[in-house]
């Protein structure tokens, strides 16, 4: 069985860090990009961040530049998205994804909620 769990949301003040893991079963996540993606309340999925299969590139919007960093550990079968100095514009639900095309988007997790109050 396949499946992607996020982990690691929470409610946090305006300045403070979270640290976010993905979780996959029935990967062979060493073949696949892996991508963080968030939902803000009322609007549509944006993408945050991407890892190559190697962990070798990475690449950041421009929201979160400076403040996030991506990881992942094929051996553990999880990735990471660190984020600091939030803001309440950070807050949204937060989403992993894996798949063969730059950023995944082949398979999703269901999330895991971040709120960051000013």
């Known amino acids: 069985q396949t499946q992607l769990v996020e982990s690691g949301g929470g409610f946090v003040q305006s300045g403070g860090s979270l640290n976010l893991t993905c979780t996959a079963s029935?990967?062979?996540?060493?073949?696949?990009?892996i991508g963080w993606f968030r939902r803000p309340p009322g609007k549509e999925r944006e993408r945050v961040s991407c890892i190559s299969m190697s962990g070798a590139d990475a690449y950041y919007e421009d929201s979160v530049k400076g403040r996030a960093t991506i990881s992942r550990d094929n051996t553990q079968k999880k990735a990471y998205l660190q984020l600091t100095n939030l803001k309440p514009e950070d807050t949204g639900v937060y989403l992993c994804t894996v798949g063969s095309n730059w950023c995944g988007m082949d398979w999703w997790g269901k999330g895991t909620l971040v709120n960051v109050s000013s």
């Open positions: 029935g990967y062979a996540l060493s073949h696949f990009a």
